[in-house]
C-alpha cells in the first residue's frame, strides 16, 4: 500500500473515530432526563444518535474485514478504495435504519429511554411513480383564487406554498365544497374530528380550511422527523396507520395519494 493511501486511510479512520465521538455527545442532552418523564423529541434524537453510532460502527467493522481479506492482495489504488467505501457507507446506513438493526442500536435505545427502539419500515415510494404531474389546468385554476391564503399559512407553518397546493390538488382539485365518502370536508378534506382539534369551526370556509389543513401537515411532519413521505401517509391514513405499521400503510390508495402529492410538487417546484 503506498504512503499516500495509508495517510489517507489514517483520516478517514480519525474522521471515523470523530464521528462516534459526535454521537456519543448526542446523548449528553437527554442522558439527565428520568426515563418515565422523556418526551418523543428526546426519544427521537437517541433513536437516530443511536442508528447513526450503530452505523458508524458497522462501516469501521466491514473496513477491518476488507483490510484483513487484502493484505494478501495488491492494492486498488485511491478510485477503487473510494468506490468501495461509499458502497460501504450505504450498505451500514442501510443496515442501521432497518427494522431494530443489528441490535447495538436497539441496546443503547433501550438502556436509555427502558423501551425497543422503533421498528423501521424499508418501502417508499417507487422512483418511477414520482415522475412531474402537472395539476390539471382546471384544478389549478382553482387553486390559484386561494394564493393569498396559501401564501399566509405557508408563512405561519413554514410549509411550502407549492405543497400546499399539491395537497389541495390531490384532496379536492381546488373545490372548496368537496366531500368525502368518509365524511372529509372541503378544500384539504379535513375529518370532523380532526378539524375540531386544530379549531376550525367551519371546513368549507377556504382560509379555515387551507390554514387547518397545514397546521395539520406541518404537525404530521414534526411527528414523522420531516419525512414528507410519512407525514403525508399520516395526512391520509391517519397518524395511527404509520406507527402501526412502521411506515407508509400497505394501503394502495395511500401509497398512490403519497405518490400524487409528490408527484404534483415536483412539477410545480419547490417554493
Known sequence: MSIENLDTGQSRNMAQQAQLARKM????NVSK???????EAEKSKIEQASRGFESIFVNMMLKEMKTAQLEEKDDEGFGGNTMQEMAQLSLSDNVSKQGRGMGIAQMMYKQMTGENIPTRNSYSVPPQQLKPVSISDTAAAKISKYDDIIDKASKEYGIPKNLIKSVIAAESAGNHTAVSPAGAKGLMQL?????SSLGVQNSFNPEENIFGGTNYLNKMLNKFDGSLELALAAYNAGPGNVEKHNGIPPFDETRKYVSR???YNSALGEE
Open 25 to 28: 455527545s448526542a446523548f449528553d
Open 33 to 39: 432526563t428520568p426515563k418515565s418523564r422523556m418526551s
Open 191 to 195: 375529518m370532523d374530528g380532526t378539524a
Open 261 to 263: 402529492v409528490l408527484s
